[in-house]
């Protein structure tokens, strides 16, 4: 896993060529990120965390101890995504990252989002994500442009190691994900894949 401060997670990604899709060496990279994943609790992960700068990421939310009050999302593969926001609502929540340890901190995120992707073989889809997961669509694209959450954190005062956002921040924080939740009831919404 690379670290904040690894000049690697900075850079922008390639796009996956054509030639690529259905191959091994990317269904070899697209489980590495799922079992890295689930190995480490996240909700999502992108191929520049562990190395392979391609536009890859990965996100899965289950009973999740790092986030248990994002909403369920099933495993979904991001191939050469891209992103567009619908409307200007934003929703304020507090992020953490793989690649940035020990840390979380206060970031903006817009409320709906829609993306276009292609799975491991090449086939289109499209997804509508709104609320926490859509933040969570945002924060692993964002890793295939170098950012990482810590980029929008405008409050710097928000930052906290997890043991003490779990001391002095997650009672208030888990009332305002539920308020997000409830605003927001359709976490991720899948069509056109086969
Ligand atoms: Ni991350």
């Not at 060496?25 to 996240?42: E, F, H, K, P, Y």
């Not at 909403?71 to 567009?84: D, K």
């Not at 970031?107 to 292609?118: I, T």
Request: aromatic share 6%.
């Amino acid at each position: 896993m690379l670290e904040l401060g690894d000049p690697r997670l900075r850079r922008v990604a390639e796009e996956v060529p054509p030639e690529a899709f259905g191959g091994d060496a990317l269904r070899q990279l697209v489980n590495d990120l799922i079992d890295t994943m689930r190995d480490r609790n996240g909700a999502g992960i992108a191929a520049p965390q562990i190395g392979v700068n391609q536009r890859v990421f990965v996100v899965e939310v289950g009973e999740n101890p790092r986030y248990p009050y994002k909403p369920r999302i099933p495993l979904t593969v991001l191939i050469n995504p891209s992103l567009t926001v619908l409307g200007d609502e934003r929703i304020s929540v507090i992020e953490g990252c793989l690649s940035v340890p020990n840390l979380r901190g206060r970031v903006n995120r817009a409320a709906r989002v829609e993306l276009r992707a292609f799975d491991v073989d090449g086939r289109p889809f499209h997804i509508g994500a709104e609320g926490l997961s859509a933040g969570t669509m945002q924060h692993e694209l964002d890793h295939l442009d170098g950012l990482l959450f810590v980029d929008h954190v405008t409050d710097p005062t928000t930052m906290t190691t997890w043991a003490n956002y779990e001391a002095y921040q997650a009672d208030e924080f888990s009332k305002q994900a539920a308020e997000i939740n409830r605003r927001y009831p359709s976490p991720l919404t899948i069509t056109s894949k086969p």
